[in-house]
């Protein structure tokens, strides 16, 4: 792992304690970002922050849209992104409640959805703000 991403690592764990940065979701994992931004590269790791950030967030809109007229093709596919993004994020409790959240939507289960929708939105609201937060590791000073 380059000496870059080892200080992102160490840097989300440690800035997460810190209260002028965003609590994390929980159960959150703060190596899976930094090893996910060393896959992704210097080149396009600023890229991969904002395209996450979008990303999470269309799924925090979809899913309280479709939460609202209980539109279960739309529950199904957000849930199912979210599955991917916050397990790749290091997110583990929000993962497992868009996994919920996708089951109940298959089994068209109104007072889970309700439930789970509200359980999980501040765990991605936490989420988003970790993202928004964490520096390109590539980035120079300045």
């Not at 965003?22 to 210097?42: E, I, S």
């Not at 996450?52 to 199912?80: F, G, Y």
């Amino acid at each position: 792992m380059p000496k870059a991403i080892r200080w992102t690592a160490a840097g989300i764990s440690g800035n997460l304690c810190n209260m002028q940065n965003p609590p994390p979701p929980t159960r959150f994992d703060p190596d899976r970002l930094p090893r996910l931004l060393d896959l992704v590269g210097p080149t396009e790791a600023g890229n991969f922050l904002v395209q996450l950030d979008q990303d999470l967030s269309v799924c925090a809109r979809s899913i309280a849209k479709a939460t609202d007229r209980l539109d279960w093709t739309a529950l199904r596919e957000a849930s199912h992104v979210l599955i991917s993004l916050a397990g790749s994020a290091g997110a583990l409790a929000l993962q497992a409640m868009a996994e919920d959240l996708n089951a109940a939507a298959n089994a068209r289960n109104m007072t889970a959805i309700a439930d789970l929708s509200a359980a999980l939105a501040p765990d991605l609201d936490r989420l988003i703000a970790v993202v928004r937060a964490t520096p390109n590791p590539f980035a120079g000073p300045g």
